[in-house]
């Protein structure tokens, strides 16, 4: 007969819910609260336990599987629940084949090559406090980038300036977090080609340059459309220059903002980094 560890067995399926309902929550960028988070973990760990010892037919026992899941996501979730559901049912296949993997590789290690390979009968605590850690991180690592790739949609960016109207393919970057300190407008990054192409001619070698200097000699017309903005970067902090145009639309909706040059190439094929607030 195996032993089972009601405590350990808890431990296993709160960390579990926990880490799946935080993930789910990271990808849909839905603030919850830890209380709540701690609530529903509680109960799967406890129906987990229950779980066991419950023997009966199969339809019924998945039913209960899933009238617990739905439980835990309501008291989490609250609104929306069911596309929070089937998210939280696909994390928690991922994150339980993972642990599933992680213990059959590490049992294989610890096993001689002549015998089949076997899920231990019993998991050592430390090895699965130290496994369903580095799963978590990698798991909220991986919610975070699915998050921000979620974030990355397209959007048609349309700049009228002294030297005309402009229409370029652009995109949403929650990531693109740049605004000016006097006003507090969101800054579109846009590629350097299309940037200068747009300025007027007296701008583009003070651009070219930014060289603060040269703006004394700005007619004050020019002097009130350029903007120095602050901006913190891996190659350290620098002032960017940017334009404020007669006015900008995305997707046909006129937005407040500036505009500040940014790479040679463009960003994947397109060729402006549009921050998230500015979408609707």
Known sequence: MQTIYADILFLIN??????????????????????????????GGIYGVASVFIEGILLINIFINLAVSFLMC????????????????????????????FFTFMNGINTDSTENNHLPEKIPLGWMAVSAAVIGVAAIAGGRMAKRKRSLRPCRLTVTSHNGTFTFDAM????NLLTDP?????????????????????????????DPTALSDLSPELLTSVRL????????????????????????????????????NGYGGYSALVPEILIN
Not at 75 to 97: D, S
Not at 172 to 175: H, Q, Y
Not at 233 to 241: H, N, T, Y
């Open 172 to 175: 949403t970057d929650s990531g």
């Open 229 to 264: 903005i602050p901006s913190s970067s891996v190659g350290g902090d620098k002032l960017l220059f940017s334009y404020l145009p007669k006015s900008i639309t995305i997707n046909g909706a006129e937005v407040s903002a500036l505009l500040a040059m940014g790479d040679e």
């Open 74 to 101: 309501l008291i989490v979730f609250k609104k929306r629940t069911l596309p929070c559901y089937a998210l939280f049912y696909g994390t928690g296949c991922l994150l339980g084949g993972a642990m599933t993997a």
């Open 14 to 43: 709160f960390t579990m819910d926990f880490l799946t309902l935080f993930v789910t929550a990271s990808i849909l960028r839905r603030k919850i609260r830890v209380i709540r988070l701690c609530i529903a973990s509680a109960i």
């Open 182 to 210: 006097m006003s507090g407008k969101p800054v579109i990054i846009l590629q350097k080609r299309d940037f200068l192409s747009l300025l007027p001619e007296t701008l583009v070698p003070i651009f070219e340059k930014s």
